[in-house]
């Protein structure tokens, strides 16, 4: 069994060169979960049906490395921008439907306190 920490930092590495990769759950044996590395915490994404999202900042870097979690697999991917250091680049540029999403409740919201504040 391998080490979390050097599994996911290894992972961590070659998706840093690939930009995207899937790591099985156990097609070699056991895969610790990410959580267990100490690299990665748990996270939100778009929901696609996976079980958890996970992320991990890249030193020295804006990027972070998303590892979207299913039942069978880890889809890892780069992100241009990592949530943690820059939010509203990482939404406008690797989530602009969130983005939309969170702008519309943004105005709904300014919209029935404006209402509700002049009555």
Excluded: C
């Amino acid at each position: 069994m391998s080490n979390p920490y050097d599994f996911w930092e290894q992972v961590i590495f070659e998706v840093l060169d690939k930009n995207r990769l899937t790591v099985p759950k156990s097609p070699y044996g056991y895969v610790p979960g990410p959580e267990k590395s100490g690299l990665f915490v748990r996270s939100i994404g778009e929901p696609k049906g996976q079980i958890a999202d996970w992320r991990a900042s890249v030193p020295g870097s804006v990027r972070g490395v998303h590892a979207v979690e299913y039942r069978d697999r880890y889809e890892v991917h780069v992100d241009r921008f990592d949530p943690a250091k820059k939010p509203i680049s990482h939404l406008l540029l690797e989530s602009p439907g969130s983005a939309i999403l969170l702008g519309t409740l943004g105005l709904l919201a300014a919209f029935l306190g404006g209402s509700f504040f002049k009555k």
